[in-house]
């Protein structure tokens, strides 16, 4: 077995164009691509990058007929290298910024409720602090986690995910901010919105709208009707989007779920009514995420004081939310 040289040879040896050179091999695939795009020859790639596997001591790529297919190593330094790039460039972007005397750009990812509800309250504290530049990507969650990942966005205001569990070796941190409940919801009119008390059992029978299956929402309805011993119902219709779900429910085509923060930013609060269903469901917590190298640098550090300046302003009782300790515990750093 090959030995690993230690840290301090591998970055005697390093230099950012091999950073470069390992991005543009990942997204290109091949030797000749990734010379064309970096306007080197095809054997001078060849030569850093069989340079670099022996500085790091191990294959970063296997070469095979259709191209090179990143080893399990090479995939973690592939990732690495990718987010020491737009590291570099977000460096250079801030200089620039301070120098015209204007905001670093901030790159948030968020879920559709949290950009409803939370981050509005969040950008305006940070507008109220210093000039603001923001660029907000809304979705779902893994593939913000991926995008953050590679570094196209600093941080993420999502819900807490296993997905963020088996990420931990790839440098992410996360701080748990809340918990959000969904809430089951049916048009003003509808003859349930009068019942006190309503069972699993008694709403499975009712037509519904609901997110696709991937949907961390429709998930949590899903298990709550297994847990009362229920087949999950099928929904009459599908849709992503919590806002257009609102409407639709509304409208009276059939009950839902929803996280509790769709129904305080409604347009039409009295369209749609709570059931009251128990028990209730708590969805997985809200986190703020990052990368651990960033823990300490002035945007995360802003962006941190923002949503806890926003969150203790807020009334546990009247929004409905459960908010988790500010502070960062050892095993989420």
């Not at 064309?36 to 596997?53: C, D, F, G, V």
């Not at 006190?196 to 709403?203: A, H, V």
């Not at 839902?256 to 469901?281: D, F, K, S």
Request: glycine share 8%; aromatic share 4%.
């Amino acid at each position: 077995m090959a030995t690993i040289p230690d840290a301090g040879r591998l970055l005697a040896h390093l230099r950012f164009r091999h950073l470069q050179m390992l991005a543009a091999l990942d997204q290109t695939g091949g030797v000749r691509r990734a010379a064309e795009r970096l306007n080197l020859t095809q054997p001078a790639i060849s030569k850093a990058l069989t340079e670099l596997e022996g500085a790091f001591g191990f294959a970063l790529f296997e070469r095979t007929r259709r191209g090179l297919i990143p080893t399990a190593q090479g995939h973690v330094v592939l990732r690495g290298a990718a987010v020491l790039v737009n590291e570099a460039r977000q460096l250079h972007a801030e200089a620039q910024a301070a120098e015209a005397n204007e905001g670093a750009l901030l790159r948030i990812g968020t879920i559709p409720f949290i950009a409803l509800s939370l981050l509005p309250r969040v950008l305006a504290a940070l507008a109220s602090r210093s000039r603001l530049r923001a660029v907000i990507e809304e979705g779902a969650v893994p593939p913000l986690v991926d995008r953050l990942r590679h570094g196209d966005l600093d941080a993420l205001i999502t819900t807490y995910s296993p997905v963020l569990d088996a990420d931990q070796a790839g440098g992410l941190a996360w701080e748990s901010l809340f918990v959000e409940r969904a809430v089951i919801i049916a048009a003003a009119n509808h003859p349930l919105a009068r019942r006190r008390k309503l069972s699993w059992t008694e709403i499975a029978r009712e037509p519904w709208v609901l997110p696709g299956r991937r949907a961390l929402i429709r998930q949590a309805i899903e298990g709550a009707f297994r847990r009362a011993g229920l087949t999950p119902p099928e929904p009459t219709i599908e849709c992503t989007a919590a806002p257009t779900n609102l409407q639709l429910i509304a409208a009276g085509l059939g009950i839902g779920a929803v996280p509790e923060a769709v129904i305080r930013t409604a347009r039409r609060p009295g369209a749609v009514v709570q059931l009251a269903v128990e028990p209730t469901i708590d969805l997985p917590q809200v986190s703020l995420v990052y990368h651990r190298i960033a823990t300490d640098q002035d945007r995360i550090v802003r962006l941190r004081e923002a949503i806890h300046s926003v969150l203790g302003k807020r009334s546990r009782r009247k929004d409905g939310w459960q908010i988790l300790p500010p502070s960062l515990s050892a095993g989420n750093r």
